[in-house]
């Protein structure tokens, strides 16, 4: 097998699986898990720990909208106390990006990187996507956070807009860059099937034996299963519980260590949702550089990013 670090780089960790959206490009709204809420004392749990052990990357968000969570500014609170020198990144869909919350957000620090998902440069193709969600309450409360981010003498966060390409709103890339101009960065994903569990959309049958979302990302739902991978949206390969075990015993645990082998020997009878997931199907003469790109991204992030915009920007085409 590969090898990875004794501690993964970036931590998933599902504050909720509640979404008050019903996007067309997830598989959220079919999820048939119970919806939760993840308890402050596991999320407390969970964060000493990648303070202890040096996390690069905390992600408190995954299959649902954190900003719903009650008392959501004291679980970035604890996050930034207890992992100081951790990567805080949320992703959100920007409709609960109230007011009081960007003030908190800003002037308390909570947030090095903040990745706003709008899958359209209009109003129609944006609501066409994002099914309940409101492109005009998105949009001025994202403006808002821009603007008084400018306004007051902080750093952070890095702000960027995000769009998953797929045919309905490929039409209006163009204006959403110029509907972003005030953002860090406007940045045009792939699409990807969810291992599965939504349609593949003509990606290709190209099927690799390195995927580095089990080499270098944990997955931690909001009841405190370990999913294999985010695409593990219903946990169905869990490899571990942090409500009884440390992140670093499920990271290392015979359970991990196995669906790595089944995917290094490209066993999908065993690994059906790796099988049927389409992130993994790259050109087999990309796999020496997918390994390498984690290393790479310490010390030369700058030509990383790079190759990777290039990279989406071919399988986008």
């Given at each position: 097998?590969?090898?990875?670090?004794e501690?993964?780089d970036?931590v998933?960790?599902?504050?909720?699986?509640?979404?008050?959206?019903?996007?067309?490009i997830?598989?959220?709204?079919?999820?048939?898990?119970?919806?939760?809420?993840?308890?402050?004392?596991?999320?407390?749990?969970?964060?000493?720990?990648?303070?202890?052990?040096g996390?690069?990357?905390?992600?408190?968000?995954?299959?649902?909208?954190?900003?719903l969570?009650?008392?959501?500014?004291?679980?970035?609170?604890?996050a930034?106390?207890?992992?100081?020198?951790?990567?805080?990144?949320?992703?959100?869909?920007?409709?609960?990006?109230?007011?009081?919350?960007?003030e908190?957000?800003?002037?308390?620090?909570?947030?090095?990187?903040?990745i706003?998902?709008?899958?359209g440069?209009?109003?129609?193709?944006f609501?066409?996507?994002?099914?309940?969600?409101?492109?005009?309450?998105?949009?001025?409360?994202?403006?808002?956070?821009?603007?008084?981010?400018?306004?007051?003498?902080?750093?952070?966060?890095?702000?960027?807009?995000?769009?998953?390409?797929?045919?309905?709103?490929k039409?209006?890339?163009?204006?959403?860059?110029?509907?972003?101009?005030?953002?860090d960065?406007?940045?045009?994903?792939?699409?990807?099937?969810?291992?599965?569990?939504?349609?593949?959309?003509?990606?290709?049958?190209?099927?690799?034996?390195?995927?580095?979302?089990?080499?270098?990302?944990?997955?931690?739902?909001?009841d405190?299963?370990?999913?294999?991978?985010c695409?593990?949206?219903?946990?169905?390969?869990?490899?571990?519980?942090?409500?009884?075990?440390?992140?670093?015993?499920?990271?290392?645990?015979?359970?991990?260590?196995?669906k790595?082998?089944?995917?290094?020997?490209r066993?999908?009878?065993?690994?059906?949702?790796?099988?049927?997931?389409?992130?993994?199907?790259?050109?087999?003469?990309?796999?020496p550089?997918?390994r390498?790109?984690?290393?790479?991204?310490?010390?030369?992030?700058?030509?990383?990013?790079?190759?990777?915009?290039?990279?989406?920007?071919?399988?986008?085409?």
């Amino acid at each position: 097998m590969y090898r990875y670090p004794e501690f993964p780089d970036h931590v998933y960790v599902e504050l909720t699986n509640i979404c008050n959206a019903r996007c067309t490009i997830c598989a959220t709204p079919g999820m048939k898990r119970p919806r939760e809420i993840m308890s402050a004392e596991l999320f407390q749990k969970i964060v000493r720990e990648c303070g202890e052990r040096g996390a690069k990357k905390l992600l408190p968000f995954l299959h649902g909208e954190s900003l719903l969570v009650p008392g959501v500014l004291d679980y970035f609170r604890e996050a930034r106390r207890l992992a100081p020198q951790t990567h805080i990144n949320l992703t959100t869909n920007g409709s609960k990006l109230s007011e009081e919350l960007t003030e908190a957000f800003l002037q308390e620090e909570l947030l090095d990187s903040l990745i706003v998902s709008i899958d359209g440069g209009d109003k129609e193709t944006f609501e066409g996507i994002r099914l309940g969600l409101s492109y005009d309450e998105v949009r001025s409360n994202v403006q808002y956070f821009l603007k008084r981010r400018d306004e007051l003498p902080v750093k952070r966060p890095r702000v960027s807009i995000s769009m998953v390409t797929v045919d309905e709103n490929k039409h209006s890339r163009e204006q959403l860059r110029r509907e972003w101009e005030g953002a860090d960065e406007v940045r045009f994903s792939v699409y990807f099937n969810w291992a599965g569990k939504l349609e593949n959309r003509g990606r290709t049958p190209n099927k690799v034996n390195f995927c580095e979302r089990l080499y270098h990302y944990i997955t931690i739902l909001a009841d405190g299963r370990v999913a294999m991978c985010c695409f593990d949206s219903e946990a169905d390969y869990s490899v571990g519980d942090v409500r009884t075990q440390t992140i670093a015993e499920v990271w290392n645990s015979p359970d991990f260590d196995e669906k790595r082998r089944w995917l290094f020997n490209r066993e999908f009878d065993r690994l059906k949702i790796c099988g049927g997931c389409d992130y993994v199907n790259h050109p087999k003469w990309l796999t020496p550089m997918l390994r390498l790109r984690f290393p790479l991204e310490e010390t030369l992030p700058g030509l990383v990013g790079s190759l990777g915009n290039l990279y989406k920007r071919w399988l986008n085409r």
